[in-house]
């Protein structure tokens, strides 16, 4: 017969003999044959739980020389355990009616047995795709790609779950997302900047995009706010997609300050010709023939210089501004509109 020690760590799968008088027992049943000229016995025995490792010993007891014989025995439980990872996902904010880039989860066996993937699901405004087989082996990984799709605004949530053949099955990744009204789109390209400083004379550029936010159609587009001397140029129209953005270039056209020009606030800077031409005009007396001729030379010369410095100082720029663009800081506008629909976006330029 054969007996085994330490029964709880294994069972007892199969017994065979083949020609062979032997008489078995294990546990509490027995099973016992008669044959002539034994030949081979094969005994298969199996791990009872499912994770552990252990070792027993097979004993054979027979009529035959040095019995009773004994197999020392070793074995090793095992289960698959599939684990996802990241545990949650979490969409920034999607137009409603638009797909957003997809995310990644991956599944990892990182149990000793393989694991049977019956069922990959998702619930709530997101879908799936993925490369996990039927069969997912120890170690192996495999990838689910989720994209959230909105049907409303707000907050919206769901889960992707996995069922499969380990025990900690279903697995649950939580799902959320947050939904944004339609709008045009319009702003500033990744990458770009809504400032921008120039000299007077220079041309300001800034980069900027319209569309991919849930509106279709051909979008107008006007600029305002330049100041003085300088002109905003933009695209009469752009085109929009409402799942894809456009690019566009806005420029603003600054013009360049004359060095003898003489504005409003210049003369304030400059009190004292006003001085030299009155004092030329009202303090100096008549004299002799050739001192009265000098001094009127003078005087006509004292009212050319009022007259000229009136006419400079009522200019305040303009389209003809002589000045150029004055320095300082201003903000332009973009406008964007489709239908009734519009949206704006400042810009600042700085005029040094």
């Not at 009616?97 to 149990?111: E, M």
């Given at each position: 017969m054969w007996t085994r020690s330490r029964q709880s760590y294994f069972n007892h799968?199969?017994?065979?003999?083949f020609r062979a008088a032997l008489s078995i027992s294990h546990g509490p049943t027995q099973a016992k044959g008669h044959a002539i000229g034994a030949k081979l016995c094969a005994i298969a025995l199996a791990p009872r739980h499912k994770i552990h490792t252990s070792g027993g010993t097979l004993t054979i007891t027979d009529n035959s020389a040095g019995s009773p014989h004994t197999v020392q025995l070793t074995g090793t439980?095992?289960?698959p355990s599939v684990v996802p990872s990241p545990a949650t996902l979490s969409f920034a904010s999607q137009s409603i009616g638009t797909s957003s880039p997809a995310q990644t989860v991956t599944l990892t066996n990182a149990g000793a047995l393989s694991a049977q993937i019956t069922q990959i699901q998702v619930s709530g405004d997101f879908a799936e795709t993925n490369t996990c087989p039927l069969t997912l082996n120890p170690t192996a990984t495999c990838t689910i790609q989720v994209t959230f799709t909105p049907t409303a605004s707000g907050t919206r949530t769901g889960s992707l779950v996995i069922t499969d053949s380990a025990p900690n099955s279903p697995q649950m990744v939580l799902l959320t997302g947050t939904g944004a009204a339609p709008s045009l789109g319009l702003g500033i390209e990744s990458g770009g900047s809504s400032s921008a400083t120039v000299a007077a004379g220079a041309t300001a550029k800034y980069s900027m995009s319209i569309g991919g936010a849930g509106v279709s159609g051909t979008a107008s587009l006007t600029c305002t706010g330049a100041p003085t001397g300088a002109t905003c140029t933009v695209p009469a129209t752009e085109t929009l997609s409402a799942t894809t953005a456009t690019d566009f270039n806005v420029s603003v056209t600054t013009t360049a300050r004359t060095a003898g020009a003489l504005r409003r606030g210049d003369l304030e800077r400059l009190p004292w010709l006003w001085a030299f031409a009155l004092m030329a005009w009202v303090v100096l007396p008549a004299g002799g023939p050739a001192k009265r001729v000098q001094r009127r030379y003078l005087?006509?010369?004292s009212l050319s210089l009022l007259v000229l410095l009136c006419s400079?100082?009522?200019?305040?720029?303009g389209g003809g501004n002589p000045g150029g663009t004055p320095?300082?800081?201003y903000t332009v506008a973009v406008t964007a509109q489709v239908g009734s629909t519009s949206e704006q976006m400042p810009l600042t330029l700085i005029v040094q």
């Amino acid at each position: 017969m054969w007996t085994r020690s330490r029964q709880s760590y294994f069972n007892h799968v199969a017994a065979g003999c083949f020609r062979a008088a032997l008489s078995i027992s294990h546990g509490p049943t027995q099973a016992k044959g008669h044959a002539i000229g034994a030949k081979l016995c094969a005994i298969a025995l199996a791990p009872r739980h499912k994770i552990h490792t252990s070792g027993g010993t097979l004993t054979i007891t027979d009529n035959s020389a040095g019995s009773p014989h004994t197999v020392q025995l070793t074995g090793t439980g095992g289960q698959p355990s599939v684990v996802p990872s990241p545990a949650t996902l979490s969409f920034a904010s999607q137009s409603i009616g638009t797909s957003s880039p997809a995310q990644t989860v991956t599944l990892t066996n990182a149990g000793a047995l393989s694991a049977q993937i019956t069922q990959i699901q998702v619930s709530g405004d997101f879908a799936e795709t993925n490369t996990c087989p039927l069969t997912l082996n120890p170690t192996a990984t495999c990838t689910i790609q989720v994209t959230f799709t909105p049907t409303a605004s707000g907050t919206r949530t769901g889960s992707l779950v996995i069922t499969d053949s380990a025990p900690n099955s279903p697995q649950m990744v939580l799902l959320t997302g947050t939904g944004a009204a339609p709008s045009l789109g319009l702003g500033i390209e990744s990458g770009g900047s809504s400032s921008a400083t120039v000299a007077a004379g220079a041309t300001a550029k800034y980069s900027m995009s319209i569309g991919g936010a849930g509106v279709s159609g051909t979008a107008s587009l006007t600029c305002t706010g330049a100041p003085t001397g300088a002109t905003c140029t933009v695209p009469a129209t752009e085109t929009l997609s409402a799942t894809t953005a456009t690019d566009f270039n806005v420029s603003v056209t600054t013009t360049a300050r004359t060095a003898g020009a003489l504005r409003r606030g210049d003369l304030e800077r400059l009190p004292w010709l006003w001085a030299f031409a009155l004092m030329a005009w009202v303090v100096l007396p008549a004299g002799g023939p050739a001192k009265r001729v000098q001094r009127r030379y003078l005087r006509w010369f004292s009212l050319s210089l009022l007259v000229l410095l009136c006419s400079c100082g009522g200019s305040n720029g303009g389209g003809g501004n002589p000045g150029g663009t004055p320095a300082g800081t201003y903000t332009v506008a973009v406008t964007a509109q489709v239908g009734s629909t519009s949206e704006q976006m400042p810009l600042t330029l700085i005029v040094q």
